[in-house]
């Protein structure tokens, strides 16, 4: 078998790597890592993507590539989706966000409950000093940064009241990576309106159109090269739901008692930090176990 270096050198040296003008490209049937194609329109929330701006599409393109050739993680990313995106639609709906979001937790956290090297946390990557914001209760026990539905409502809280402000989806997405007001003082400096114009640090300058990336692949992925059937993806979980209102000592015995295992609790409620649960009086939670 010839290696890929001959491959390359050979195809090289007979025709080129670009065909001549007026002239279609042809493909040999070992080549599979064709570039992939930019839309020719393209929009984030309903809002037109100025892919003829300067460096816009070849910015889009970079993670276009990385997107559709990180082969493992982008084929999980499917898998996860089947399971996480029938909640996270109907919560994005009723607060009234663009579903386009829903791919916004995707490249903040591969929907894992992640933890950065600065501490944000859970699919929607609330740091601890922010999460108590927008609604999130974070004790050494419970941290609802990893409760999927509540994260998911706060992360919607954050993005609508950071578009009121910017009166831009692309500069809300970017605002979540940034800070309102990195984004803020980044406008007033640069002299510019909108996201595509602006210069920023590499995180926050590729954030957006990785969005973009995760969201065109999503939206035709055979296109893309990617071929799930249906049997491969991950279900949503089965559960029913268990209202507490008196503290749980032990987590595993309770977990037992229940026909279930500390295992199972865990996953189900990755916001149980510890492996017990104090309630005050007053107080309650709402423990999910296999169905």
């Known amino acids: 078998m010839l290696s890929i270096g001959l491959l390359l050198s050979s195809s090289v040296s007979n025709s080129g790597i670009t065909a001549d003008a007026g002239e279609k490209m042809e493909f040999s049937d070992w080549v599979q890592n064709r570039a992939p194609q930019i839309p020719e329109q393209e929009d984030l929330a309903g809002e037109v993507v100025p892919l003829d701006l300067f460096g816009v599409r070849e910015q889009l393109d970079r993670e276009m590539i990385a997107n559709t ?34 791919y916004l937790c995707i490249i903040e956290s591969g929907m894992t409950q992640a933890v950065s090297p600065a501490g944000a946390a859970g699919f929607w990557q609330f740091m601890k000093a922010t999460a108590p914001r927008y609604g999130l209760e974070v004790t050494n026990e419970v941290d609802e940064r990893y409760h999927v539905e509540k994260s998911t409502q706060a992360a919607c809280d954050y993005l609508l009241e950071a578009y009121d402000e910017f009166d831009s989806w692309a500069l809300a997405a970017a605002s979540y990576n940034m800070g309102k007001g990195g984004v803020r003082k980044q406008l007033s400096r640069q002299g510019v309106d909108t996201y595509w114009e602006l210069h ?69 409620n990755p916001w149980l930090r510890k492996d017990e649960l104090t309630i005050e009086p007053g107080e309650s939670f709402t423990i999910e176990l296999p169905a």
């Not at 082969?71 to 607060?95: D, G, N, Q, V």
């Not at 957006?208 to 949503?236: D, H, M, N, Q, S």
């Not at 268990?242 to 987590?251: H, M, T, W």
């Open 69 to 102: 050739y990180h082969h493992s993680s982008t084929m999980l990313y499917f898998k996860r989706a089947a399971r996480w995106f029938p909640i996270i639609e109907p919560i994005l709906k009723e607060k009234g966000l663009p579903d386009d979001f829903k």
């Open 200 to 268: 920023l640090n590499s995180e926050t300058a590729r954030y957006v159109y990785r969005l973009l990336a995760v969201k065109t692949i999503f939206e035709e992925p055979a296109k893309y090269g990617f071929a799930l059937e249906e049997e491969t993806l991950y279900r949503p979980y089965r559960t029913r739901k268990i209202r507490v209102e008196e503290s749980i000592p032990d987590l595993a015995s309770f977990a037992v008692e229940q026909g279930s295992n500390l295992k199972a609790l865990k996953v189900l």
